[in-house]
């Protein structure tokens, strides 16, 4: 069969009062249709909503069918608390769906729970992006922490920009990724954390013995924050193999704490530490590259923020 081939064409309601047919026979639904120059994200958010959802699924059970999507991409479409309970009811047991693209989809609190339903009854669901949805604290409590314990397939979670808090994230390391059996990468970028939230981290770090990628960037994680997370990556024993803490205020004193560790025996598996933009100032660059015998005015190869050492990563800036 032809890769063009209508396999389920159905009639789907828009936003704007008009109708736009679509394949739901075919394994991708992408309805962040941005390929037009003249189209806008805005004129993407507006266009499907939360009732083409539910059509979706309408249109299925009247051809007695399952959905086969492996990936939906939803981005933009503002389908809020509606549309994602929407999404729990269609595809709660479905087997297909590998990857779920929700980022900036207007979806609060209650759409968190139903996603997090709906992780737990997801039997292959191996990628989650709710980035850029305010659930804050109480979206990844209760249902969303319970089914992300139950799921066994899940390995990347995309958290970034949802106003979790300290409160959220000390949720989530408290209960399902201390001991998740299966994910490898969590995006925390954006949450307003602080140092109150490394001891939960630490605490999970030690347990953990599935993550490899843990991001925390864009956050307000100070130098005893940054003290702390190393006790957490000694007690990891090298598992989590990337770091990345840019944007936040470790400062001179956290650069070099997590540095030491980067070079040290104890931290030789960590492939990638990403400690740009935490306000080291020039002279603390010097100190830290002096320390690590790369210094600035003799290392030919490492003159930029990226410290290439055999087949790992330090990025390290002034500002």
């Known amino acids: 069969m ?15 009062g008009t109708r736009e047919t679509l394949d739901l026979g075919y394994p991708v639904l992408n309805l962040q249709k941005l390929e037009d120059p003249k189209v806008s ?101 209760d249902d969303f922490k319970t089914g992300l314990s139950k799921s066994k397939s899940l390995k990347s979670l995309c958290l970034a920009a949802c106003r979790l808090g300290d409160q959220g994230v000390t949720t989530l390391c408290d209960g399902p990724l201390k001991s998740h059996a299966s994910l490898q990468h969590v995006s925390l970028n954006y949450n307003r954390l602080e140092d109150a939230v490394c001891g939960s981290i630490v605490k999970m770090l030690a347990v953990n013995k599935t993550l490899e990628y843990l991001e925390l960037c864009g956050n307000s994680i100070g130098p005893a924050g940054a003290e702390g997370l190393v006790k957490g990556l000694i007690a990891n024993k090298g598992k989590l193999r990337r770091l990345g803490l840019g944007q936040n205020s470790i400062r001179l004193r956290g650069a070099k704490a997590l540095c030491t560790h980067f070079m040290s025996p104890e931290g030789q598996l960590l492939e990638f530490l990403d400690l ?35 087949g790992r990563q330090l990025m390290l800036n002034a500002f």
Not at 290 to 306: A, F, S, T, V
Request: aromatic share 4%.
């Open 276 to 310: 740009r933009h935490n306000c080291v100032t020039y002279p603390g660059v010097a100190e830290i590259r002096n320390m690590l015998k790369k210094p600035l005015e003799d290392d030919e190869h490492n003159k930029g923020w990226m410290l290439n050492l055999g």
């Open 2 to 16: 032809a890769a063009t081939d209508v396999i389920m064409p159905v009639s789907l309601p828009t936003n704007a």
């Open 41 to 141: 994200i805005h004129a993407c958010a507006q266009k499907y909503g939360s009732q083409a959802i539910r059509s979706i699924f309408e249109k299925l059970a009247e051809r007695s069918s399952s959905s086969v999507f492996e990936e939906i991409n939803l981005s933009d479409n503002i389908i809020g608390d509606e549309g994602a309970k929407f999404l729990q009811e269609g595809l709660s047991g479905n087997s297909k769906l590998k990857r779920l693209l929700l980022p900036r989809t207007q979806i609060r609190t209650a759409g968190f729970q139903s996603i997090g339903s709906l992780v737990g009854n997801s039997p292959s669901l191996e990628m989650l992006v709710l980035s850029g949805n305010l659930g804050d604290a109480a979206g990844v409590d």
